[in-house]
């Protein structure tokens, strides 16, 4: 994979180099960038918005200044209420307006929200289903369902209260202070001195809270991931009685998670009492100074009960700064979780220019092809293998031969690191993958269900498929019995992982899905396993009849399964070292004849 910081290597990290840090920022804006550019102008109505609405506010105090001022000797003196009624109208007409200001930047910021939100959810499902098995086999499904659940529930809460705190918090004080300036520039001076102690505290609190914000989505990230597993693995959990491990582990979590937040918590408790201290100061000194310009005469009380009512608005929206701060520190530790996903590189990229190929015909062949996963041992070194189309392989050998390896390089889950993978004489790399995922189809062991019917779980690879087709697949497979005894028949709801079937029954589903796919190469990766032997019997005898014509790799444990195979490899150490017909090898004496033999007597 290429790039600077990647999500799996640094989920689990909360101690990044200064260049990673640079590079995790540049990448979190980029995303961000691009979330927002197809809504432009949307933004931009939001900005103007809050502008106006911000604007709007900061008139208050002046009307009150002009009103003691002006409007107020007016009505003592002469008994005028002319500019006393004229203020207190503009004062309610700007209180008005700003409330319908902010109702409308409250709708507009929301559906901003809600588009950016919908992007987002959307390119992290899509990219991380796109993305090969290698990454899946690492980065655990807990820390998946964190990117999709806790950390776009962060971001949504920034984007929802966060940036109306930010916007309406620099922008009032920017506008209170140039207010402030126009009206009295001494006080002004004020804000000045106290904006040093005042940047000192910001930053600080920024950094001391990015740190533990980025501690706290890591955490969160691990609590998620022991509660998913253990939630997922649970029968194997009450098998071997983990409950109270698993408590103590989880507890353990759980109980650091709560103190990170204590961190966080105690930073802001540290923070207020320091705003309010600078706050306070301020106001005093711009009290004192304007007292005495008044008892000189050189200042009114209305420009004076002005000047401190723009240093009190100056400060009070830096609470919200803080807040925003706050919920800034934790959405953007979020949204480099997020965005590391959205940069992993897809190590089975799609072609360019694919080559379309609508009826294979089932020819297989490894032309000098080296493999190994990851930074690990090379598990197929220089391999070569033709498979003619229609030839039944069966693949035998030892646990880490490397017969699952060649399974998942013909299904291209994987892509070979040097060599190439044919399909009828097109690399597996440049094919079209509808073509690839139609004329190859791969069955594990582990069946896995999806929610909804069993008719559903059957057209998973033909979804236009008509009910006579689908059990007309089921019949063939042995599967059609034991549907119909079920409570709705092929309408039963399977649940998640099937929750309703045995393991046997569905791999028999799975098998009935493979076969009404119609697929050129079809490759059964210890399919047999969770079978009994009256039912591996019956998939045997449907197995003759649906791999006619079709070239079929078949790896069993079970040599029974092979019986029915045209050709038998024996793979050692990612080679092959024996290449026959059943028959043949067994007459022989060599690696096959002894684990038939050994199989045979295991049979007694």
């Known amino acids: 994979m290429s790039g600077t910081v990647h999500g799996t290597a640094g989920e689990d990290r909360s101690d990044y180099t200064r260049e990673e840090n640079r590079a995790i920022r540049r990448r979190s804006w980029r995303l961000l960038i691009s979330l927002l550019a197809p809504i ?4 931009a109505l939001v900005a103007a918005v809050v502008v106006a609405q911000t604007g709007v506010r900061v008139l208050g105090p002046a009307l009150i200044g002009l009103g003691i001022d002006q409007a107020l000797p007016g009505v003592v003196e002469r008994a005028d209420w002319g500019p ?4 207190g109208a503009a004062y309610v007409a700007t209180a008005l307006g700003g409330a319908a200001l902010l109702a409308w930047y409250d709708v507009l910021a929301a559906r901003v929200t809600q588009n950016v939100l919908l992007d987002l959810r959307t390119r992290v499902f899509r990219h991380t289903q796109r993305l090969s098995l290698e990454f899946h086999e690492t980065y655990t499904s807990g820390r998946i369902i964190s990117r999709q ?6 971001i949504r809460e920034l984007l929802n209260g966060g940036l109306n705190q930010l916007v ?4 009032y004080g920017v506008f209170t202070f140039v207010a402030l300036a126009v009206v009295d520039w001494r006080s002004s001076l004020v804000l000045v001195a106290a904006f040093v102690p005042l940047s000192i505290l910001m930053r600080w609190f920024y950094v001391n809270s990015q740190r533990a914000y980025r501690v706290s989505r890591v955490v969160s990230a691990k609590l998620i991931v022991k509660f998913v597993e253990t939630m997922t693995g649970i029968r194997a959990g009450k098998a071997f009685r983990t409950e109270p491990r698993n408590e103590v582990e989880f507890g353990g979590l759980a109980a650091e998670y709560r103190r990170v937040n204590m961190r966080s918590i105690r930073l802001f ?11 306070a100061t301020a106001i005093g000194a711009v009290v004192l100074w304007g007292g005495i310009r008044v008892a000189e005469g050189a200042f009114s009380a209305g420009l004076l009960l002005t000047a401190v009512l723009y240093v009190r ?7 919200e700064v803080a807040m925003f701060l706050n919920s800034f520190q934790a959405a953007a530790a979020a949204l480099e979780k997020v965005s590391g996903v959205l940069e992993e590189d897809l190590t089975v990229p799609d072609p360019i220019r694919p ?11 490894f032309d000098d092809v080296t493999f190994g996963y990851g930074e690990g041992r090379t598990i197929l070194p220089s391999f070569d293998l033709d498979i003619p189309a229609g030839q039944t392989v ?13 399974a998942k390089l013909l299904s291209r889950f994987y892509d070979p690191s040097d060599g190439r993978v044919t399909l009828d004489g097109v690399d597996l790399r440049d094919l079209d993958g509808r073509d690839l995922r139609r004329a190859i189809v791969m069955v594990t062991q582990e069946a896995y269900l999806f929610s909804g019917t069993v008719a559903d779980n059957i057209a998973l690879g033909k979804p236009d498929a008509t009910i006579e087709e689908i059990r007309a697949a089921a019949e063939a497979v042995g599967a059609d019995a034991f549907i119909r005894s079920l409570p709705d028949g092929y309408d039963t709801d399977v649940n998640k992982r099937g929750g309703r079937v045995s393991a046997g029954q569905r791999q028999l589903v799975s098998f009935a899905r493979a076969f009404l796919a119609d697929p050129a190469v079809l490759i059964l990766d210890e399919a047999t396993a969770s079978l009994d032997i009256p039912s591996e019997r019956m998939i045997q005898e449907a197995l003759q009849t649906l791999l006619a014509d079709r070239t079929a790799i078949i790896i069993a444990h079970r040599l029974s399964t092979v019986a029915i195979a045209d050709r038998v490899l024996v793979m050692e150490h990612g080679r092959i070292v024996e290449d026959g017909s059943p028959a043949e090898l067994t007459a022989g004496t060599g690696r096959f004849a002894q684990l038939h033999a050994a199989w045979r007597d295991s049979l007694v």
């Open 40 to 43: 432009r102008r949307q933004v």
């Open 84 to 87: 006393a009624w004229f203020v």
């Open 149 to 154: 659940t806790s950390d776009l529930d962060t």
């Open 168 to 171: 309406h918090g620099v922008l």
């Open 269 to 279: 408790g540290t923070f207020e009492p320091g705003l309010m201290a600078i706050s």
């Open 313 to 319: 608005n100056f400060f009070s929206p830096l609470q």
């Open 355 to 365: 080559v379309p190929l609508p009826h294979a015909r089932g020819a297989l062949r």
């Open 394 to 406: 069966a693949l035998v050998g030892t646990t880490g031969a490397g017969k699952s390896t060649l």
